[in-house]
């Protein structure tokens, strides 16, 4: 399996832009998280679906952050309208039910100009 | 405010020691894992321990768990260059869903 698979891996857009990440798990994993790291916060989880479903949202910032899980192999973190304090690494990770451990895709690193 | 707080936040050695890092939490858990991270990777799973357990083996690697004082510790024995990374604890809370949450880090070092 080729592991979970982000992109873009880097993106640099200027503040007020809409920024889309996306997130490909691993085929057969129910359960998906988005993370993201900072150097002053660490790794915060912002939101994780179970069978395409959103079950905990509370780590989302605010209402400028929105995410969907259309369909088990697709996922889409959306930031509208993007600020300079979004910069950070967006994380992936996905993993099957009945076991604890994560696999993370290797990120998206976002900066907002 | 962060689940678990590992110490040090950073620890330089030489190739061939051992090297031991430390979490603490603050609730109840049903499992800690320990995960390494490269410099501009993904982090990558390690070692997973549940909270019956008291101790784990995983090749160089050993974690224990001390629920009653809410600690746990990795020690990676006969350290190599390529064991230089950054090393999180994760926690999953008691009634906490399936929220892994992580700690602070610890950056390690291991030199030639």
């Known amino acids: 399996d080729a592991g979970v698979i982000q992109s873009p891996r880097h993106e640099v857009t200027e503040m007020g832009q809409e920024v889309t990440l996306r997130c490909k798990p691993i085929s057969g994993h129910d359960y998906l998280f988005w993370y993201r790291q900072t150097m002053m916060r660490g790794l915060e989880l912002l939101i994780y679906?179970?069978?395409?479903?959103?079950?905990?949202d509370s780590g989302m910032p605010e209402d400028r952050f929105s995410a969907k899980m259309p369909n088990a192999s697709f996922s889409t973190l959306k930031i509208q309208p993007s600020e300079p304090r979004d910069s950070a690494v967006y994380f992936c990770?996905?993993?099957?039910?009945?076991?604890?451990?994560?696999?993370f895709g290797e990120g998206s690193r976002l900066t907002v100009l | 405010s962060q689940q678990g707080e590992e110490d040090p936040q950073a620890l330089s050695i030489q190739e061939g020691e051992n090297a031991t890092m430390n979490c603490s939490y603050k609730t109840s858990i049903n499992n800690l894992q320990w995960y390494r991270q490269n410099s501009g990777r993904g982090l990558v799973h390690l070692i997973l321990?549940?909270?019956?357990?008291r101790e784990k083996h995983s090749g160089r690697l050993r974690v224990t768990l001390d629920t009653s004082k809410k600690s746990s510790s990795l020690l990676i024995t006969a350290s190599r260059a390529a064991d230089t990374a950054s090393y999180f604890c994760a926690t999953g809370v008691t009634g906490g869903g399936n929220k892994l949450t992580f700690g602070t880090g610890t950056q390690l070092k291991v030199e030639l």
């Open positions: 321990i549940r909270s019956n357990e």
């Open positions: 990770a996905s993993r099957p039910t009945g076991t604890g451990e994560l696999f």
């Open positions: 679906f179970n069978n395409n479903v959103p079950i905990d």
